[in-house]
């Protein structure tokens, strides 16, 4: 009587499901911290560092192409939720949107991947299309967002890069630490 086989070509597809679920975790872990971190600083943006480096961690650790995205919905699907705290009706939208900039960017030039500068420079630019989106969506509908009034309009779009930037360099040096601690 035969053995069956240890290995099977179903072994991707099961590594494809562990992505996804890593994903999907790391956008529910992002977004409840975000939620739950609710420390009156009075800085914009301050939230991009433990964001920024929990989806920028997630995106390295998996090879899906599209994986961001998924963290992302995962995160836009928690704002929903109301007993989170979040008010701004766009910040779903603003967050899928910040998930495909960074798999477009992270996609079509490899060399990021591989460069914590390079890594740091797109999770602030990603985290900056929070101030970006909202400044659309001032211009184009009069929303009134509380951070412009109170801080202008030049300092969240620095703030909020600079913390997302941050994040994308702990990032970084968290995936690369683990990786040479492991090997």
């Given at each position: 009587?035969?053995?069956?086989?240890?290995?099977?070509?179903?072994?991707p597809?099961?590594?494809?499901?562990?992505?996804?679920?890593?994903?999907?975790?790391?956008?529910a872990?992002?977004?409840?911290?975000?939620?739950?971190?609710r420390?009156?600083?009075?800085?914009?943006?301050?939230?991009?560092l433990?964001?920024?480096?929990?989806?920028?961690?997630?995106r390295?650790?998996?090879?899906i192409?599209f994986?961001?995205?998924?963290?992302?919905?995962?995160?836009?699907?928690?704002?929903?939720?109301?007993?989170?705290?979040?008010?701004?009706?766009?910040?779903?939208f603003?967050?899928?949107?910040?998930?495909?900039?960074?798999?477009?960017?992270?996609?079509?030039?490899?060399?990021?991947?591989?460069?914590?500068?390079?890594?740091?420079?797109?999770?602030?630019?990603?985290?900056?299309m929070?101030?970006?989106?909202?400044f659309?969506i001032?211009?184009?509908?009069?929303?009134?967002?509380?951070?412009?009034?109170?801080?202008?309009f030049?300092?969240?779009?620095?703030?909020h890069?600079?913390?997302?930037?941050?994040?994308?360099?702990?990032?970084?040096?968290?995936v690369?630490?683990?990786?040479?601690?492991?090997?």
């Amino acid at each position: 009587m035969s053995q069956p086989k240890i290995t099977s070509k179903a072994l991707p597809v099961n590594r494809v499901l562990i992505d996804v679920l890593i994903l999907t975790f790391t956008g529910a872990v992002a977004i409840l911290l975000r939620a739950y971190l609710r420390i009156p600083l009075n800085i914009p943006g301050h939230h991009g560092l433990e964001v920024m480096a929990i989806l920028l961690i997630g995106r390295k650790i998996t090879k899906i192409p599209f994986g961001s995205s998924i963290s992302t919905l995962t995160a836009a699907t928690f704002i929903f939720l109301p007993f989170l705290g979040f008010k701004d009706p766009f910040l779903p939208f603003i967050y899928l949107a910040m998930g495909f900039v960074i798999d477009l960017v992270y996609n079509k030039l490899k060399w990021v991947q591989d460069n914590f500068i390079l890594l740091g420079f797109l999770g602030g630019f990603a985290y900056m299309m929070i101030p970006l989106s909202r400044f659309v969506i001032y211009v184009v509908s009069g929303y009134p967002y509380e951070t412009f009034l109170k801080q202008g309009f030049v300092l969240p779009f620095f703030t909020h890069f600079f913390f997302g930037a941050l994040g994308g360099v702990l990032a970084y040096g968290i995936v690369s630490y683990t990786r040479k601690i492991t090997a």
